[in-house]
């Protein structure tokens, strides 16, 4: 009799573990399941940010590689212009335009000045989404959901 009472209150314990085991596997998959929609979301931001960027990054190069032919073709006219390494490098007086020079200097003065305000703009905003881009990362990386929210980019219309 006391064996079977024993016995009962075995059975009875173990089908309480095996009920709290059988709630513990069911939290810990809704868990899993709200994890991975989690991180697909957080791998499709990183997709579109990414292509974001790489965008981002053909525009800036095209008026870029613009702003130095235009510069290099304004120039040229006045002055003798050195590409080095894909950037703009020495730039010497071209002596035979030297006097003409002074009526156009303001000209291209003003429209240097426009790109470079331009470039500038266009890197601040790379390097600011970059950072940002590199942030939620971080917080992806150790855990964080919902922290992904779109990032904002200036359009820069070329000068």
Known sequence: QVSQNELDWFHQDSEAQMKKW???KKENRENLKA???TAKKHSDTNERYLKTIDD???QYNVCLNTFLDTREELLGQHHCCHRKNGNVGVLTVNPQYSSS???AAPVLKSQIDSWEIFISNVKKQLEKVEAEYE???ELVKKGARN???KVEIG???CP
């Open 22 to 24: 059988q709630q513990e």
């Open 35 to 37: 994890l991975r929609g």
């Open 56 to 58: 981002k990054e053909k």
């Open 101 to 103: 020079s002074a009526s």
């Open 135 to 137: 942030a939620k990362m």
């Open 147 to 149: 922290c992904l929210s």
């Open 155 to 157: 359009d820069f219309p």
